[in-house]
């Protein structure tokens, strides 16, 4: 083969990539522009900043046991409550919302970092799929299509049932649960770019085949991505209290709202905050989320629609 001519591989190639990321930061722009992208924007902050500071500020043990406030009611009703727990206590006298707000912080956790794991599986063999084809193609599509047949809830009974569910189990999990969808669109994008002039400029100017995929190709797919990870971040928070209302999530004495909803069902009738508490800072975590992926969502559609 001969030798590149230097003044070659100095062009710019050019790239969709490029625009992806003009076009994603058109979308930001019009998306933080919107009254529902600040009001969840707002909700979202709040709800966050109170997880990550208002536990240590308040000096309250969420695991700390104390009989003589056991089922103190919130502030807003009955004579026995105390301005020390505001939204009352659970049937062993620990505070609601320093525990609604330590489970706020590992449901969240949980569900950013199963995502991330996520797009990290799919999104890299979707893209070696696509761009290699041929065995490597079929080889990875075989393993997403037998991904895909089992169901999240079976596979976290194999893994967490056998064992004590930690948080980096319960992140493998959840963030296998759902890597085929992301692999099955990078494939058909990148399958569609791979023959792309300007793919084939960066491989004769002597790119590698993992600079092309991370610097050409998966950038590609930025804005849906963005839009898509947003939404799966609420529902993982949903998927990881499922599992812990079931018993195969974070173990007690930790608090995440699964386990404390589960132990607080028992008392519906005569303490119904128990139950209640959590399930409303999850229901307004959910929301901040699923306003801020509307606004996205309506901004790309309008962005798009324009292109």
């Known amino acids: 083969m001969s030798a590149i001519d230097p003044a070659f591989t100095a062009l710019p190639i050019p790239s969709p990539a490029a625009s992806s990321r003009s076009i994603a930061r058109r979308i930001l722009g019009r998306a933080a522009r919107s009254t529902e992208f600040r009001i969840g924007l707002a909700l ?29 009611p919130p502030l807003f009703m009955g004579d026995k409550w105390s301005w020390a727990h505001p939204l009352g ?30 797009l990290l599986i799919g999104c890299v063999l979707g893209a070696v799929a696509g761009y290699f084809g041929g065995r490597v193609d079929t080889l990875a599509m075989r393993v997403t299509d037998a991904q895909l047949s089992i169901p999240m809830i079976i596979l976290a009974i194999a893994v967490l049932g056998v064992s004590r569910p930690t948080i980096p189990a319960i992140i493998l999990v959840l963030g296998l649960s759902n890597w085929p969808v992301y692999a099955r669109v990078m494939r058909s994008v990148v399958m569609a770019e791979r023959g792309r002039e300007y793919v084939r400029a960066a491989q004769v100017s002597g790119a590698t085949h993992a600079r092309i995929i991370l610097t050409l190709l998966i950038p590609l797919l930025a804005p849906p991505i963005l839009l898509t990870s947003i939404l799966d971040v ?17 173990q007690p004495p930790t608090p995440t709202f699964g386990n404390i ?12 905050w128990i139950a209640t508490m959590p399930g409303v800072f999850l229901c307004l975590t959910l929301t901040s989320i699923n ?17």
């Open 291 to 307: 306003l801020i992926g509307a606004a996205f969502e309506r901004a790309r559609n309008t962005i798009y629609g324009g292109v």
């Open 261 to 272: 909803i589960a132990d607080g069902r028992k008392y519906l009738l005569n303490a119904w």
């Open 89 to 118: 206590t659970d049937q062993i006298g620990r505070d609601m919302l320093v525990r609604s707000v330590v489970g706020l912080r590992y449901s969240f956790l949980i569900g950013v970092a199963s995502v991330a794991v996520t």
């Open 44 to 72: 979202f902050a709040i709800l966050l900043l109170a997880a990550a500071v208002y536990p240590e500020l308040s000096g309250i043990d969420p695991t700390k046991m104390d009989v003589r406030a056991r089922l103190l």
């Open 234 to 250: 609420a529902r993982m928070m949903i998927f990881e209290s499922t599992l812990g209302f079931l018993g195969l999530g974070v």
